[in-house]
């Protein structure tokens, strides 16, 4: 098992940053890959990044087309955290942001459906203003 809580949302101005942080506790972070999805109001859940465990000394990330050379994730195993930091925000990026966890068999790998993560957080909202 793995808990999962997410922090760092809150109000900002269009073309403002944010950065997201979620803490994770219970077996070991490293063996996880890691992604970040959102949620607006009336739409599905939508995938935004996801990072590798690591592979050698490097770790792989994937982007939505909407939010890549903006938004960045990264991961520190050593605090059991993975980040999204989110630069030039729009208002279209408002929404709940919820990090989730995935077992993977390869370090190159990665979800990018929900289906494929295991544990999920409760989410922190994120709301861009015009």
């Known amino acids: 098992q793995v808990q999962l809580v997410e922090s760092g949302g809150g109000l900002v101005q269009a073309g403002g940053s944010l950065r997201l942080s979620c803490a994770a506790s219970g077996r070991t972070f490293s063996d996880y890959a890691m992604g970040w999805f959102r949620q607006a109001p009336g739409k599905e859940r939508e995938f935004v990044a996801a990072i590798t465990r690591k592979s050698g000394s490097i770790y792989y990330a994937y982007y939505a087309d909407s939010v890549e050379g903006r938004f960045t994730i990264s991961r520190d195993n050593a605090k059991n955290t993975v980040y999204l930091q989110m630069n030039s925000l729009k208002p279209e990026d408002t929404a709940v942001y919820v990090c989730?966890?995935?077992?993977?068999?390869?370090?190159?790998?990665?979800?990018?459906?929900?289906?494929?993560?295991?544990?999920w957080g409760q989410g922190t909202q994120v709301t861009v203003s015009s």
């Open positions: 989730a966890a995935a077992v993977v068999h390869s370090d190159r790998m990665a979800p990018l459906q929900p289906y494929g993560f295991d544990y």
